[in-house]
Each structure stands twice: as C-alpha cells, then as structure tokens.
C-alpha cells in the first residue's frame, strides 16, 4: 500500500501562485510515477499532470501548460505542483495519485490521496 497526503491548498486570487505538495510512505517511491487530478463541484475528476519515477517525463493538461510544473523530490518522498498565473476556473479539489506505470498513472492510478482545496476568486 501506498499512502499519500497532500497540503498547500488554499484560496487565493487570481494570478496568485500555490505550491501543491503530497507526501508518500508506505512503499518505496521512486519506484511510482506520480500524478494530480482535480475536481471541481459537480464534475469528474479529471488529470492535470503526471510524473515518471526520476523526473525525466513530464505531462499536463493543456490547461495547465505554461503555468503548472510538476517536480518530485525522491529523498524527501515528496511530489510537488507549482500552480502559476492561477485562474478562477483552477479552484477544485486536487488531488495525487501513484501508480508503478507512468502510462498507469495518467488513467487509472493504483493510489489515491484524499485531496486539497484550492479556490480562486476573481
């Protein structure tokens, strides 16, 4: 089992920045690619951007490209995203996910955290 807790939620303005983090234990992790999702109120949860196990790859919503950056850190077990330029259509749950494939990890994560609040006024 994979267990995962985000932080850094918020609300914020728009054109603000948040640091989205999720925090793993339980196996070892860079053996996981690593995902965030979101949802917003009364949708489906969608993919926002996804990471292979060193870093190398990297993949985003159209939405989010040129203003989110997905990192890890796998001494710290730890997945980042850097939200920037951030637009009321953002606010939504985000939430990370884990799976031992990158190709996995971008439809049907294996783990899931249980998310954090991001809201962006306007």
């Known amino acids: 089992q994979v267990q995962l807790v985000e932080s850094g939620g918020g609300l914020v303005q728009a054109g603000d920045s948040l640091r989205l983090s999720c925090a793993a234990s339980?196996?070892?992790?860079?053996?996981?690619?690593m995902g965030w999702f979101r949802q917003a109120p009364g949708k489906e949860r969608k993919f926002v951007a996804a990471?292979?196990?060193?870093?190398?790859?990297?993949s985003y919503v159209d939405s989010a490209k040129g203003r989110f950056t997905i990192s890890r850190d796998n001494a710290k077990n730890t997945v980042y995203l850097q939200m920037n330029s951030l637009k009321p259509e953002d606010t939504a749950t985000y939430s990370c996910?884990?799976?031992?494939?990158?190709?996995?990890?971008?439809?049907?994560?294996?783990?899931w955290g249980q998310g954090t609040q991001v809201t962006v006024s306007s």
């Open positions: 996910a884990a799976a031992l494939s990158y190709t996995r990890v971008l439809n049907i994560p294996d783990y």
């Open positions: 339980g196996r070892t992790f860079s053996n996981y690619a």
């Open positions: 990471i292979n196990w060193s870093g190398s790859s990297t």
